[in-house]
């Protein structure tokens, strides 16, 4: 029987960390098709997000744990949201990614994840975006010009550089002006800021939005273009329930995370009838349908600790995947 060598060091990464990596959605992009084609090959394990209420109102806490055997990578991602944390001086949302040892489970890392969560969003919407637009959209819409709406925009652009115009639609005029000012020195597109939802939504090929939980959709289906793809990183509820008898398609990357969140609904389509994009890129899934598509990132945690464990290789100055704790992969049979 061999000796096991182990070295056990629990590495904290911090915010300023993770920046210092230069971790760019060049990165995230990459990294979410690799992860998408790595669960179509050898799949993950990847269980429905645990949601903890905390008793404030809209505040809640999320466990998100994932594991990539062809990887062997694992780790869970803790993530929280209180709204109204802005009168402290700190974020309403926040996150950590604990990154543990494929072969013994102990932890190695601990990793912030503001910038991993914005970029895995980004990145995600823009991935699903590429792989079920019917042609390279020109005219994009951006519901929402908060933080992620910036990430996004910057996903889309490099994922779809035909991009002509991006017209910009939120609650406020100064909130999509400042949005679009900011935003045209990094872009080459025409950003339109518009107060009007409907005319930011007819004839655009690719809906994003990212907008807070509201009790009413803000979004019709009659609006969308037969070949137009609508990407709702906030959820289904910004657009309207006549959405599913408009759209003829619907992909998402975690069918399993809809059987929770919609199944119960008779008046929309079954969790089992959504696409999954892993099938999509492995070649099993080319369904033809007429009407506009649905692509639903739920916000998979394999690819945040696919991206944790980027990070970490950074810092520590090695290659993805990170070498294991045990030392001369010795076991005993």
Request: aromatic fraction near 6%; proline fraction near 5%; charge should be negative.
């Amino acid at each position: 029987m061999g000796q096991i060598a182990m070295v056990h060091t629990l590495t904290v990464v911090s915010h300023e960390d993770v920046d210092a990596t230069g971790l760019s959605i060049s990165d995230a992009l990459r990294a979410v098709e690799d992860t998408y084609r790595m669960e179509a090959a050898s799949g993950s394990i990847v269980p429905v997000k645990i949601e903890m209420h905390t008793g404030r109102d809209g505040a809640f806490k999320l466990a998100m744990p994932a594991s990539i055997p062809g990887w062997r990578q694992s780790g869970m991602k803790w993530a929280a949201f209180f709204p109204g944390n802005s009168r402290w001086g700190v974020p309403d949302s926040h996150s950590v990614i604990v990154l543990d040892d494929w072969d013994t489970g102990l932890p190695v890392a601990v990793v912030e994840g503001s910038l991993i969560t914005n970029l895995r969003t980004a990145a995600c919407a823009a991935v699903l975006a590429k792989f079920t637009v019917t042609r390279a959209p020109t005219t994009v819409t951006l519901v929402g010009a908060g933080m992620l709406a910036r990430w996004t925009l910057r996903a889309l652009v490099e994922t779809f550089p035909a991009i002509e115009t991006v017209r910009v639609v939120s609650r406020t005029a100064a909130t999509r002006d400042r949005f679009c000012a900011e935003m045209r020195e990094e872009v080459a597109c025409e950003l339109v800021p518009l107060g009007d939802a409907e005319q930011a939504v007819r004839g655009s090929q690719l809906i994003v939005s990212s907008t807070v939980p509201h009790p009413e959709p803000s979004l019709r289906s009659a609006w969308l273009d037969d070949d137009a793809v609508a990407v709702p990183i906030d959820g289904l509820y910004v657009w309207d329930d006549d959405l599913f008898a408009t759209a003829g398609r619907f992909v998402t990357d975690h069918r399993e995370f809809l059987a929770g969140q919609y199944d119960h609904r008779p008046d929309r389509i079954a969790w089992q009838d959504w696409e999954e994009i892993a099938s999509i890129l492995d070649g099993g899934s080319a369904r033809q349908a007429t009407g506009p598509t649905v692509a639903l990132p739920t916000g998979k945690a394999s690819i945040d600790v696919r991206l944790g464990w980027e990070v970490l290789a950074r810092v520590a100055g090695r290659t993805v995947p990170a070498e294991p704790l045990i030392e001369g992969r010795a076991h005993a049979h």
